[in-house]
């Protein structure tokens, strides 16, 4: 996904808001930080904490899936109102979709701290 999302933001709807949000969230947050963290507790023998880390990779993963419906239902559906352009919303879509399920899963993983 982060090589995939390197890729296509060389031509992106969204323009620089678009690139800024996928390029953070599949390369910063997914490859680094969370496939980098699971690798090193499973290294050190912390599956628990691997777990939790994979979790978090997952939520992003997921993120994409979310940003197509924000887009059809809250940009597309109101756009005859908001008179809003595919360009000026990608980004934005993109933000939201990726900062939905970063917290949801988040939420998730803290509410089963124990």
Do not use: C, D
């Not at 323009?15 to 599949?26: A, K, Q, R, Y």
């Amino acid at each position: 996904m982060g090589a995939s999302a390197y890729a296509m933001s060389s031509y992106s709807i969204g323009g620089w808001v678009e690139t800024l949000g996928g390029s953070l969230f599949s390369i910063a947050l997914f490859l680094f930080f969370h496939l980098h963290g699971a690798y090193w507790y499973m290294r050190r023998g912390e599956s628990l904490q691997k777990i939790r880390w994979m979790w978090r990779a997952v939520g992003i993963l997921l993120g994409i899936a979310t940003t197509r419906p924000v887009m059809g239902v809250l940009f597309f559906a109101t756009s005859r109102w908001t008179h809003l352009e595919p360009s000026q919303f990608f980004g934005i879509a993109f933000w939201i979709g990726f900062s939905i399920n970063t917290i949801i899963v988040e939420l998730w993983l803290r509410s089963r701290e124990t």
